[in-house]
């Protein structure tokens, strides 16, 4: 074929491929799924279709509508449980928590449109150790601490018992048997023990004088803080409030994970130190230094490390004090980061003394 034959022949025959492509477009089109968006929902589907959970733990459920097409459709729901005594549910977010044994039924509710799903519980395992929180206290004659038990399972889970407290003597400490609350005798130094089954837990209890004093911090400042409201200096004043080996925003923590700072904390009563208390929750070894800053403003250092990531998280560093006469109502704790990488977050700081 000729150029000038191709040429005169082309033009036809793409039209006509083009015509025959659009013709069979058409007729296909027929046939492909409608492209219009879902429509109402008129059932719900919840997945999992059950769910199995150990005491303690969490599950997650989720719902979603179907409409007259079989076709999911957004919807929104609320969910509900029939017995919050073994499983709760929140309202909006479908977060399940297992909080006794047995079975329950979650439901969620969209309009008029429910569907529901079954919630087993097992009982909780069986503990295998047991601590009391603090492990040592000291009070005065007359006062009153609150104890605190925690048993967890092989697997390091809290599990829920009831515990049995008693006083190795209770002519210097009392407790009761049931609560943890310990009450100062006399002067002396005893133990208290916490009891479940074939396991206990000790705390070493001494009482002192009423010119003893033990507090927390009532105000506090620091050369970084992560922000200036939850892990912020502030949350280190006042008891501890953190419970176990936590990344909690009601700790203080510095602006950088590896940062060199400081921690100031000041105290409503000045006191002749006997002993500082500090309560870590999270990525503790990272205290370098502890002094006391006296009412002249002289700061007197009492305890020094090295930054280590060898100890175990949560924990109470106790720092016993001699020789110190003067009053004190400050105290400043150092840290290095730059070994653990991680914020050295401190929950608490305990001074106790004379008046």
């Not at 150990?54 to 729901?77: E, Y």
């Not at 069986?126 to 040592?136: K, L």
């Not at 190795?168 to 100062?184: K, L, R, Y």
């Amino acid at each position: 074929m000729t150029t000038r034959a191709w040429k005169s022949w082309a033009p036809s025959s793409i039209r006509y491929l083009v015509m025959m492509a659009a013709i069979t477009l058409l007729a296909c089109g027929r046939d492909t799924p409608s492209t219009a968006p879902p429509g109402a929902p008129v059932r719900l589907v919840i997945s999992p279709a059950g769910l199995i959970l150990d005491f303690g733990a969490q599950g997650l459920v989720r719902a979603h509508g179907i409409d007259a097409n079989g076709r999911v459709t957004a919807t929104v729901v609320e969910w509900s449980s029939d017995d919050s005594f073994i499983a709760t549910v929140g309202r909006n977010d479908g977060v399940v928590i297992a909080v006794g044994a047995g079975t329950a039924t979650v439901t969620a509710i969209a309009g008029t449109l429910q569907a529901t799903t079954t919630v087993v519980v097992h009982p909780p395992k069986p503990p295998a150790s047991v601590s009391v929180s603090p492990s040592v206290v000291t009070i005065v004659a007359g006062g009153v601490e609150q104890l605190t038990a925690r048993a967890r399972d092989i697997e390091g889970r809290p599990t829920s018992v009831s515990f049995e407290w008693s006083s190795a003597d209770p002519a210097i400490v009392t407790v009761g048997p049931t609560d943890g609350m310990i009450t100062g005798i006399s002067i002396g130094t005893t133990t208290v023990t916490a009891s479940v089954g074939d396991l206990r837990a000790t705390a070493i209890v001494s009482v002192e004088t009423g010119a003893f004093v033990e507090q927390w911090a009532a105000s506090a400042t620091a050369s970084t803080e992560y922000t200036t409201e939850e892990w912020s200096a502030a949350q280190a004043t006042g008891a501890p409030n953190v419970d176990g080996c936590e990344d909690d925003p009601r700790a203080w923590a510095t602006l950088a994970r590896d940062g060199v700072d400081w921690l100031e904390l000041t105290y409503v009563q000045p006191v002749r130190p006997s002993e500082i208390r500090i309560h870590e929750n999270w990525a503790v070894g990272s205290i370098v230094k502890v002094e006391l800053k006296d009412a002249s403003g002289s700061y007197q250092t009492i305890h020094t490390a090295q930054p280590s990531g060898a100890f175990t998280c949560p924990r109470v560093l106790t720092i016993p004090i001699t020789g110190i006469t003067t009053l004190v109502s400050t105290i400043r704790i150092s840290l290095d980061q730059r070994l653990t990488l991680d914020w050295n977050e401190i929950d608490a700081v305990r001074l106790a003394g004379y008046r």
